[in-house]
């Protein structure tokens, strides 16, 4: 996986003709070997709201008779139009004109007449022409990957969806937009099974195998058991519940009956490329596996389980190097970090950089109850925690909120990363939420990231 290196104008240069059709068809190309025809991408700031223009806005725009965000239906003053990319990751009042192949996850896209010019660059209504020989100019298989966090359907909404008898209710809201990805993936933070004694008291989550039906509809391929919670139960529920998961035809990952199968990676194919996922728990509670025992992949560090274990580190670092070898994309979901915090220990960038240096292309974790900041390394992607999705901690506004990762590759290249607020409802669902209810979820998540995802100041005059 690798993120595309944006081309850089000079500052002020006009943006490059837009053609107001939809791309060229693959026949059309193909007679005209030297150049193709792309999305013409708007793209801003990646912490502004998402924004959506119709094509005679989009086309004032490029031609200069829109001058202010205001005229955009967007806040801020004075915009304006450039080439580079670097300047609108520094500038919130920046807008470039780029070729698609151009763009990376440092920027938010605007859509244009509902489309997404990495999501469905054939429909898009904005193309240009790109000689061949200039950067990259391929548009790959696109991709999508839906990431969720914490997703707990046990104790108090366990009961709920008993009470309904209806054990798909809480991901209701979200389904379609879930089940639209071609990867969806999260972490599964509760047994599926009551086979042994509890372990945790009332912190013991045990969820009834019957949700297993609402997740796959909900179109979950991976589900994470790497966590602090899958051992509630002791050995034998930590067994049923991987049995389970997979008999559902969901991948899990993370945990399993020896040590061998909790390092051992789920793989989705999908459009051509392969995606690996690899799981660890860095909280503890839940046994570590070992050659002969139940348990979960670990890699020991703080706040909760002590120092890093250098050798925990470089056994998943190997696992990442094998991994790497034989997929596209290699993605890790941690499950690590302080609780209650918007703020990621430092020990979880050492960590994440470490895996990067081995070959994984994301870090997504959770486990802190709340969103936290994203970064870049090595021009891949850190989340430290996408917050709860499914959760019954409803004593704090923090608890209630959480994010869904959108990403977009085209091939293995990792096109956009965007985050979709939800909110979780008195019934335990999570819902989308946008606007001033969604603010300031994205602030508490841009507040401890690093650049460019952290509040850029305007470079021009309002």
Same mark, same amino acid.
């Given at each position: 996986c690798s993120i595309a290196d944006p081309t850089s104008g000079e500052p002020g240069s006009r943006p490059p003709s837009a053609v107001v059709s939809s791309p060229a068809s693959d026949s059309a190309t193909a007679s005209a070997p030297a150049q193709l025809e792309v999305p013409l991408a708007l793209v801003m700031h990646p912490t502004r709201s998402p924004l959506d223009i119709d094509v005679a806005a989009?086309?004032?725009?490029?031609?200069? &008779?829109?001058? $202010?965000?205001?005229? *955009?239906?967007?806040?801020?003053?004075? !915009?304006?139009?450039?080439?580079?990319?670097? /300047?609108? /990751?520094?500038?919130?009042?920046?807008?470039?004109?780029?070729? %698609?192949?151009?763009?990376?996850?440092?920027?938010?896209?605007?859509?244009?007449?509902?489309?997404?010019?990495?999501?469905?660059?054939?429909?898009?209504?904005?193309s240009v022409p790109v000689p061949a020989g200039t950067g990259p100019t391929s548009i790959g298989p696109v991709t999508t990957v839906a990431l969720v966090g914490d997703v707990m359907l046990g104790r108090r909404v366990g009961r709920a969806l008993a009470a309904a008898d209806n054990f798909a209710a809480v991901l209701e809201p979200t389904r379609r937009?879930?089940?639209?990805?071609?990867?969806?993936?999260?972490?599964?933070?509760?047994? !599926?099974?009551m086979a042994g004694a509890p372990r945790q008291g009332g912190d013991s989550f045990a969820a009834d195998p019957r949700v297993l039906a609402g997740l796959r509809r909900a179109g979950f391929d991976v589900l994470s058991l790497a966590n602090n919670h899958t051992g509630d139960f002791g050995s034998g529920a930590l067994i049923d519940t991987v049995d389970r998961v997979a008999a559902a035809r969901i991948a899990p990952v993370g945990a399993g009956r020896n040590l061998d199968r909790a390092r051992r990676p789920a793989v989705v194919e999908r459009n051509?490329?392969?995606?690996?996922? *690899?799981?660890?728990? %860095?909280?503890?509670?839940?046994?570590?596996?070992?050659?002969?025992?139940?348990? %979960?992949?670990?890699? =020991?560090?703080?706040p909760r389980t002590g120092p890093l274990n250098e050798a925990d580190l &470089?056994?998943?670092? $190997?696992?990442?190097?094998?991994?790497?070898? +034989?997929?596209?994309?290699?993605?890790?979901?941690?499950?690590?970090?302080?609780?209650?915090?918007? #703020?990621p220990?430092? %020990?979880?960038?050492?960590?994440? =950089?470490? !895996?990067?240096?081995?070959?994984?292309? *994301?870090?997504?974790?959770?486990?802190?109850?709340?969103?936290?900041?994203?970064?870049?390394? #090595?021009? &891949? !992607?850190?989340?430290?925690?996408?917050?709860?999705?499914?959760?019954?901690?409803?004593?704090?506004?923090?608890?209630?909120?959480?994010?869904?990762?959108?990403?977009?590759?085209?091939? $293995? /290249?990792?096109?956009?990363?965007?985050?979709?607020?939800?909110?979780?409802?008195?019934?335990?669902?999570? =819902?989308?939420?946008?606007?001033?209810?969604?603010?300031?979820?994205? #602030?508490?998540?841009?507040?401890? $990231?690093?650049?460019?995802?952290?509040?850029?100041? +305007?470079?021009?005059? =309002?």
């Amino acid at each position: 996986c690798s993120i595309a290196d944006p081309t850089s104008g000079e500052p002020g240069s006009r943006p490059p003709s837009a053609v107001v059709s939809s791309p060229a068809s693959d026949s059309a190309t193909a007679s005209a070997p030297a150049q193709l025809e792309v999305p013409l991408a708007l793209v801003m700031h990646p912490t502004r709201s998402p924004l959506d223009i119709d094509v005679a806005a989009a086309r004032d725009l490029l031609d200069g &008779r829109i001058t $202010s965000w205001s005229e *955009l239906g967007a806040a801020g003053g004075r !915009l304006r139009v450039v080439t580079g990319v670097d /300047e609108v /990751e520094r500038d919130l009042d920046a807008v470039a004109a780029i070729p %698609a192949t151009a763009v990376g996850p440092t920027v938010r896209v605007v859509t244009v007449d509902h489309r997404h010019p990495l999501r469905d660059p054939d429909r898009y209504p904005l193309s240009v022409p790109v000689p061949a020989g200039t950067g990259p100019t391929s548009i790959g298989p696109v991709t999508t990957v839906a990431l969720v966090g914490d997703v707990m359907l046990g104790r108090r909404v366990g009961r709920a969806l008993a009470a309904a008898d209806n054990f798909a209710a809480v991901l209701e809201p979200t389904r379609r937009r879930l089940a639209t990805a071609d990867v969806t993936a999260g972490n599964l933070e509760s047994t !599926l099974s009551m086979a042994g004694a509890p372990r945790q008291g009332g912190d013991s989550f045990a969820a009834d195998p019957r949700v297993l039906a609402g997740l796959r509809r909900a179109g979950f391929d991976v589900l994470s058991l790497a966590n602090n919670h899958t051992g509630d139960f002791g050995s034998g529920a930590l067994i049923d519940t991987v049995d389970r998961v997979a008999a559902a035809r969901i991948a899990p990952v993370g945990a399993g009956r020896n040590l061998d199968r909790a390092r051992r990676p789920a793989v989705v194919e999908r459009n051509g490329i392969k995606f690996g996922f *690899l799981a660890f728990n %860095a909280i503890g509670e839940t046994p570590a596996a070992g050659r002969d025992n139940p348990g %979960a992949a670990r890699i =020991r560090m703080p706040p909760r389980t002590g120092p890093l274990n250098e050798a925990d580190l &470089r056994a998943m670092r $190997s696992a990442v190097r094998r991994l790497d070898a +034989s997929v596209d994309v290699v993605l890790v979901l941690p499950h690590w970090g302080g609780q209650y915090t918007n #703020r990621p220990e430092p %020990a979880q960038r050492r960590v994440a =950089r470490a !895996l990067i240096d081995a070959g994984a292309d *994301l870090i997504v974790g959770g486990h802190p109850h709340w969103v936290q900041g994203v970064e870049l390394y #090595r021009d &891949r !992607l850190i989340a430290h925690s996408l917050g709860n999705y499914v959760f019954d901690m409803d004593f704090s506004r923090q608890t209630r909120e959480g994010v869904i990762l959108e990403l977009t590759f085209w091939g $293995s /290249e990792l096109k956009a990363a965007e985050f979709v607020p939800v909110v979780i409802g008195s019934d335990f669902a999570p =819902r989308m939420v946008t606007g001033r209810t969604a603010e300031p979820i994205l #602030r508490r998540i841009w507040q401890t $990231s690093g650049r460019p995802f952290s509040v850029a100041r +305007s470079a021009a005059p =309002r």
